[in-house]
Every structure is written in C-alpha cells, then in structure tokens.
C-alpha cells in the first residue's frame, strides 16, 4: 500500500508527464487506501477525430431478432459509432454540433426492416485482471434505451493475452460487471437510477449480485463520472467520486476487456423505445488502470521498474469528484511507455451486411425505484428490483465476429 501518496482531487492539466514506469496509484475512496496497478489504457474521446484509427477499440457489429417480449431485433452497426470532437481543448459543442464526445446513437421510430439500429465498441485489450476503470459519460435525454459501460472476462483465459481480435463468442456471460442505464427512468431533473450488477454463476444469489442505486443527478442532462474499482474481495461502485455500491459476491476472476453499447428492442419490461428521436450516449473519456493477465508483458513491466521510490515513478490517478463537463480540463497520465505497444486490428470503415444470429430468452426486467418509471401501458406493474435482468449481450455463443466484415462460425458454448 501506498498510502502516504497524496490524492488529487480538482481537475488539473489535460496532460501530466511522468514517467509511470512502476505503475498507477489508485485511491480507493471507499478504504481510503491505494492500489498499484500496473498498466493504463486512456482514451481521450473530447478529441478523437477518426475511431478507425484508434489503437484502443473495435466497433462492432451484430443483429439479434426479437425474442420475449421484444417488439423488435437489435442490429448493432459500425455507422452509430459517431466521433464528435471539441474545436479545441475545452467547450460545450462539438465540430458537428451537439454534444461532444464519441457519440453512441439508437435510430429512432418503427424500423422499417424490424431492427433498431444500435452502437457498440469494445476494447482491443482482454488481458485487464483488476483494476479501477473510470468513463466520463452524458446519457440520453430521448426515453426508449438501454445504455451499458461493463467489463467482461473470456472464456478461455489463455486467449486473452492481448488478444488482436475480441471475438465476441469467448465473452463468459457469468462474468460480468455492469453499470446499465434505463433512459425510460430519467423523468426527474435531479436524480437517476443506475443499475448496478454483477453476472455471476447461478448458484449466485441474485439479491447480492444486482442492485439499483439512486444518485442525485439526471444523467441524461450533464456528463459524469461513473466508475467501479474491481479487486478480489469486492466491486466497489462510485458516481462523480462518491461511493455508491460495494458488491462481494460472483466477482470475475478472469481477465478480460471492456465493453460500451446503446441499443433498444422495444421491450416494455426494459429498455422500451425505439426512442421517437435519435439517441445519443456521449462518451468524453474512458480511464483504466490494471492488472495485465499477460506474462511478457508482466515481465517487460519488472524489468522497466528500476526504483518504485523513484520521482514520479509510480504515478497518482486523480480522484474525479465533480462532474467532468467538456468545458473543463481533465487528467491523462502517459500510458504504459516502455511496455510493448498493442496492436489493433485495422477498422474495415464500412459496415459489411448484419449477420443474423439465434436469438435468446432475456426475461428482463425493469427495477423498482424510488420514483414510479415513465407510464407506459405495456410495463409490467410491479417489477421486481431483486430479480436481475439478463445479461445486456446476446450470449457469448452466439454472437457474430468482431470489427473485421467476416462471418462467425458458431460453436459450442463451451469454447
């Protein structure tokens, strides 16, 4: 432990160079003790004029008809993936007007071919074992969605050491860590329910492993700071700095990557929609710090760290604790120099022809708040906040190949 390290607290320069070569201290606000990862992944969305160049993250693409009580399928395609970066280094609107941000759009209305179009992206690293990972967001106004930030373990841990393409059919749907959002609940200016789970076996019981958590913001109307720190003995949850959720039970124990999606399928129990305008989930920032299940590159990180007592050779990762507004400058520290470089898959810029894949029985539904959610005729009328919805993905087993254009063949689930 670390704790003689100070903790900043404010939003600083956008840039602190510091050398990191023994790894990142992060403060756990809950503890109020630090954890020291070795590795960063940081992604500075206000400013990223082109996603296919990123050495970060994969857009995906996958279709799933309607299943339960859905009214249509979910086509995940590569063109609602939007950048709308800032003309400089702080503002409020983005080159293409609107908010800034890597824009993450649900096409509106009654689709014409029974699909709602959706975003996803999903990071090129699957090696992250622990960590604190950090996403400065503004959710949609528009209700009928379903926006998700989740890390997710492989099923065969032994394909997850950088892995070049995250081909989705390794995704462990029982090893998941959550932070879900409903825009269908936002109706009050001042709070919002964030749904918090855990997908673990099911010998899990469910009452420990999902729970919805008010805060008191709309997050819809502004950007903030969602984050979950995951260690062995727990996932602690927080929102704009302050603890929200510490969860115990199920916690993965496989390394893994990280995951956004905004999608709709009309189902009345959960996301509703389609949304009657297109929706948008803005993401300013994605901010990692972990553990790699990696051993070159655990061992090209003890042969980098020289002295740990060394001037800023471990670095300190600032606490947000106030809402991350574009019109501020936030922290980026200089990830990973002298580890081996990852490289991404090339983006193929254009969306190949939906796969069609099975579908599968969600039995979601939406969680009880404080707050009734928005009326709707076709909601159930007492949902039940102990029972977790299904995971938000099509099953690992079933799900179409990552950003390459080529089809996936699929296999057992066991594979």
């Not at 855990?198 to 469910?206: E, L, S, T």
Request: charged share 25%; glycine share 8%.
């Amino acid at each position: 432990m670390h704790s003689s390290l100070l903790v900043l607290t404010t939003l600083v320069p956008q840039l602190i160079s510091a050398a990191c070569e023994c790894g990142y201290s992060s403060h756990a606000i809950k503890t109020g003790e630090d954890q020291i990862y070795t590795e960063a992944l940081e992604t500075d969305f206000l400013h990223l004029n082109d996603i296919t160049t990123s050495p970060d993250w994969i857009r995906q693409e996958w279709d799933i008809p309607p299943v339960g009580t859905a009214g249509w399928g979910r086509n995940i395609s590569l063109d609602n993936v939007i950048p709308n970066p800032l003309p400089g280094d702080t503002g409020t609107e983005g080159v293409n007007g609107g908010d800034p941000g890597l824009r993450m759009r649900v096409k509106p209305g009654e689709p014409k071919g029974g699909y709602v179009g959706g975003a996803e992206i999903d990071s090129v690293r699957r090696d992250m074992l622990y960590g604190s990972f950090r996403v400065g967001m503004k959710y949609t106004v528009e209700h009928g969605t379903c926006g998700a930030f989740f890390f997710v373990s492989l099923r065969e841990p032994e394909k997850s050491h950088t892995m070049l393409i995250p081909d989705p059919q390794y995704r462990d749907d029982t090893a998941e860590i959550d932070v879900e959002l409903l825009s269908k609940l936002y109706t009050d200016p001042s709070k919002s329910t964030l749904l918090l789970i855990i997908h673990a076996p099911p010998d899990v019981p469910k009452s420990e492993i999902w729970q919805p958590r008010e805060v008191p913001f709309n997050a819809g109307l502004g950007y903030h700071e969602y984050r979950f720190d995951w260690t062995p003995d727990a996932v602690q949850f927080y929102a704009d700095g302050k603890h929200v959720l510490e969860l115990k039970k199920g916690m993965p124990t496989k390394p893994g990557g990280l995951i956004f999606n905004h999608w709709s399928n009309g189902d009345a129990g959960w996301s509703n929609g389609p949304p009657a305008k297109d929706a948008f989930m803005e993401i300013s920032y994605m901010k990692a710090y972990f553990n790699s299940s990696d051993d070159a590159r655990n061992q090209a990180f003890k042969q980098q760290c020289k002295d740990p007592k060394a001037p800023d050779a471990i670095c300190k990762v600032p606490d947000q604790t106030e809402s991350p507004e574009p019109s501020k400058k936030t922290t980026f520290l200089s990830p990973n120099k002298g580890l081996p470089p990852v490289v991404a898959p090339k983006d193929p810029g254009t969306a190949p022809k939906p796969i069609n894949q099975p579908g599968e029985n969600l039995d979601e539904e939406t969680p009880k708040t404080g707050d009734p959610a928005p009326a709707d005729p076709n909601e159930p009328a007492d949902p039940k906040p102990e029972d977790p919805p299904a995971s938000d993905d099509p099953p690992a087993s079933d799900q179409p190949s990552a950003d390459t254009g080529s089809k996936k063949v699929t296999t057992d689930a066991t594979c």
